[in-house]
T-cell receptor, first 115, second 114 residues
Framework: DVKVTQSSRYLVKRTGEKVFLECVQD?????MFWYRQDPGLGLRLIYF???????EKGDIPEGYSVSREKKERFSLILESASTNQTSMYLC??????????????FGPGTRLTVL | GENVEQHPSTLSVQEGDSAVIKCTYS??????FPWYKQELGKRPQLIID?????GEKKDQRIAVTLNKTAKHFSLHITETQPEDSAVYFC?????????????FGKGTKLSVKP
């Protein structure tokens, strides 16, 4: 079974802090994704990566950056957390090939609260 | 880029009834349409998908239909059970940028009443 793990289930941070969310997958997937899930807005793509050190912006990249130094690990960084970044963050991965045509395997999510 | 609309946002049915969730998409080049189920407190998981070379695909009590002319696809759940209660997301490909990704609908919260 594909296993996608995220570093924290719940996280509370203060406004202005730098926040790191970590995601690790154990199935040698090329593609990795970060989504934000808010009630009534569905899953919105923040960034994705199709190879080590490669990244591409999704629909809502403002206020976020990412890092992929190793194939199995994809990090989401909030440079200066703000209250409007309070949300559920989901990581996902998929096999080599177009990220548009392959099943995505999701992590359990990190619920981030910014005070 | 691709735009995906999903309806209804909430759906309540009696156990044993059928449920239908519909999605429309904008890019006629799209050719892969997955459905994900997210139970309360859990991660989304793929339950069924369809590619554009077929019009319908079934897996036990769930089926997906695709109408490429009208650019819509639907999830059908028959003989609903309480464990079908969840949020369901449709998705369609977005080919913008150098690599493709999926655009998800806003979700449908299905409640099955015993």
């Amino acid at each position: 079974d594909v296993k996608v793990t995220q570093s924290s289930r719940y996280l509370v941070k203060r406004t202005g802090e730098k926040v790191f969310l970590e995601c690790v997958q154990d199935m040698d997937h090329e593609n990795m994704f970060w989504y934000r899930q808010d009630p009534g807005l569905g899953l919105r793509l923040i960034y994705f990566s199709y190879d080590v050190k490669m990244k591409e912006k999704g629909d809502i990249p403002e206020g976020y950056s990412v890092s992929r130094e190793k194939k199995e690990r994809f990090s989401l960084i909030l440079e200066s957390a703000s209250t409007n970044q309070t949300s559920m963050y989901l990581c996902a991965s998929s096999l080599v090939g177009s990220g548009a045509h392959n099943e995505q395997f999701f992590g359990p999510g990190t619920r981030l609260t910014v005070l | 880029g691709e735009n995906v609309e999903q309806h209804p946002s909430t759906l309540s049915v009696q156990e044993g009834d059928s449920a239908v969730i519909k999605c429309t998409y904008s890019d006629s080049a799209s050719n892969y349409f997955p459905w994900y189920k997210q139970e309360l407190g859990k991660r989304p998981q793929l339950i069924i998908d369809i590619r554009s070379n077929v019009g319908e695909k079934k897996d036990q009590r769930i089926a997906v239909t695709l109408n490429k002319t009208a650019k819509h696809f639907s999830l059908h759940i028959t003989e609903t059970q309480p464990e079908d209660s969840a949020v369901y997301f449709c998705a369609a490909p977005n080919y913008g940028g150098s690599q493709g990704n999926l655009i998800f609908g806003k979700g449908t919260k299905l409640s099955v009443k015993p």
